[in-house]
């Protein structure tokens, strides 16, 4: 009986220790089985690849024990703590269905499963951008298109409004030289279209000014008087010349370590002066030809700034020994870009290029170091980078170009039609004394400035529509002698045939930097 009673009071005493666990391991199975949430992945969505392949899998169970299968099949995925993504290939278009499954912890626990069924859509919104209208330099562009099936359009990485026909319209600043407009469907597929924006240049009748000259009241005065006389209404002052001085006390640390800079004038104060007057001023910047620069960097080492010789030497071609820097050399890009950016942060309101372009002379003379595209579009490319930063403070940006690169693009690597692209206007050189006899089926050019100028004008008005449709021409005319004499009559003659062809600006040049005004008429 003894023992019968042991046994029956032990009984409970097992009992319980069997069922304590059991007791503590039920509310802990509801604690350890693992949740799995697909947050960004509602039952039913339609999504494009990359939001299924961005998609993440929230759970706080053994990620590395999980099991996902898409459609059935499993499909490889990334994991961390607390997270799993699909790693394999985007799913193709249509439905599909998704499977994700966290063992619980012990495993005898039931496991944390979650199911989605999808629909991946692989078409992006229609998106059609009209061509934006162009406008004068800081005055906002309008922006205007239409959107099919789209949920929201950014321009300019700000929301557009959509209306009930999907036809969207917003205003970006004018200085912008390029506009991206998106369109996002629910999905999240992107419709994306780079759209230009160009500047329309108001115009102008303006005479070349070096910064020496500029110093100079014997020089500079008449020019004021000009102004003031109505018969120019523009000043292109040299910013960086053939010589690769810099007028003005240049800030650019390139500058300042190769001592390009001079302290001819004060460019803030001329160009404030200048615009009291009602003045325009343009900078002009020679780019590539550059001798100060082309030195400096032979004799520290950067010799891939310079322009060589197939021997590896400078290339001299009758411009000196160290003429030429190497358009295709990023520093020396770069270099040029950041003057034009700080002439257009002074107040200059135009930068105009001179020497953008390759030495004349045999090219397979020359070499350039670096240069992994043709002359011609590195050329533009280099034009194409400067636009957005002189832009961005309110200037516009020209490129002086040689009469020939209408009709001989790749003798100096000017292509007119990409150069339109990236540029506001094009400057052509078309003094008639540079131009051969017979040229344009002009006898002696030289002696007929009208015939020459119109024709040749003519082909560079055509091949800047050809580029964009928005770029303008505005010609170097010649003011200055070489054969025969050009006086009034001579430079007049030039500004009529521009104006033949429906080209009403000009800019005038003489070295020496002196104007008969005879030649003008008010404007």
């Avoid at 010649?478 to 007049?492: M, P």
């Amino acid at each position: 009986m003894f023992a019968r009673s042991s046994v029956r009071k032990r009984l409970p005493v097992l009992g319980a220790a069997v069922l304590a666990p059991i007791g503590i391991l039920i509310p802990l199975a509801v604690v350890l089985r693992p949740e799995v949430t697909v947050p960004a992945l509602s039952e039913g969505a339609t999504v494009s690849p990359e939001a299924v392949s961005r998609m993440e899998i929230a759970t706080n169970g053994n990620t590395a024990e999980a099991q996902v299968r898409l459609d059935g099949a499993p499909v490889p995925f990334e994991h961390g703590d607390g997270w799993i993504r699909l790693a394999g290939p985007a799913p193709a278009a249509g439905p599909h269905k998704v499977e994700i499954e966290v063992p619980g912890s012990p495993a005898v626990l039931p496991s944390g499963t979650v199911t989605r069924s999808f629909t991946v859509d692989v078409t992006p919104p229609g998106l059609v951008v009209e061509p934006v209208a162009a406008v004068h330099a800081q005055v906002p562009a309008a922006v205007r298109g239409q959107v099919t099936d789209a949920h929201s359009v950014l321009v300019h990485g700000k929301p557009a409004q959509v209306g009930p026909d999907g036809r969207f319209a917003a205003m970006v600043p004018g200085q912008v030289s390029e506009v991206v407009v998106e369109a996002r469907d629910g999905a999240g597929n992107v419709a994306a279209h780079k759209v230009p924006v160009a500047i329309r240049h108001p115009g102008m009748r303006a005479v070349h000014m070096s910064a020496l000259a500029w110093s100079s009241p014997a020089l500079r005065e008449p020019v004021m008087r000009m102004a003031a006389e109505k018969l120019i209404d523009t000043v292109q002052l040299d910013v960086k010349d053939e010589s690769g001085e810099i007028g003005y006390l240049s800030e650019v640390p390139l500058a300042k370590e190769i001592q390009a800079t001079r302290d001819h004038y004060d460019a803030r104060a001329t160009v404030d002066e200048l615009h009291k007057a009602g003045v325009r001023v343009v900078a002009r910047v020679v780019a590539f030809r550059d001798p100060i620069l082309a030195e400096a960097s032979w004799g520290n080492g950067n010799r891939d700034r310079v322009v060589q010789k197939a021997d590896g030497q400078p290339w001299t071609g009758g411009y000196g020994k160290y003429a030429f820097t190497n358009f295709a050399d990023p520093s020396v890009r770069q270099y040029n870009v950041d003057i034009a950016e700080e002439a257009a942060a002074l107040g200059f309101d135009d930068i105009l290029y001179d020497y953008v372009r390759r030495p004349d002379g045999k090219l397979g003379e020359m070499r350039f170091p670096g240069l992994k595209v043709s002359p011609e579009q590195s050329i533009a490319d280099f034009v194409g980078e400067t636009q957005p930063k002189v832009r961005a403070h309110g200037a516009v940006l020209g490129a002086s170009v040689f009469g020939i690169a209408a009709t001989r693009p790749e003798q100096i690597a000017q292509d007119i039609r990409l150069l339109a692209k990236h540029s506001d206007y094009v400057a052509p050189m078309v003094y008639p004394s540079h131009w051969g006899p017979g040229e344009y089926q002009v006898a002696d050019p030289e002696s007929q400035p009208f015939d020459i100028t119109q024709r040749s004008l003519a082909d560079f008005e055509r091949l800047t529509a050809e580029g964009d449709g928005q770029t303008v021409v505005i010609p170097w005319l010649q003011a200055f002698s070489l054969k025969r004499t050009y006086g009034a009559e001579e430079v007049r003659a030039q500004i009529k045939a521009a104006e033949a062809v429906g080209i009403k600006s000009f800019l005038l040049w003489n070295a020496a930097c002196k104007y008969d005004a005879a030649g003008l008429k008010p404007g």
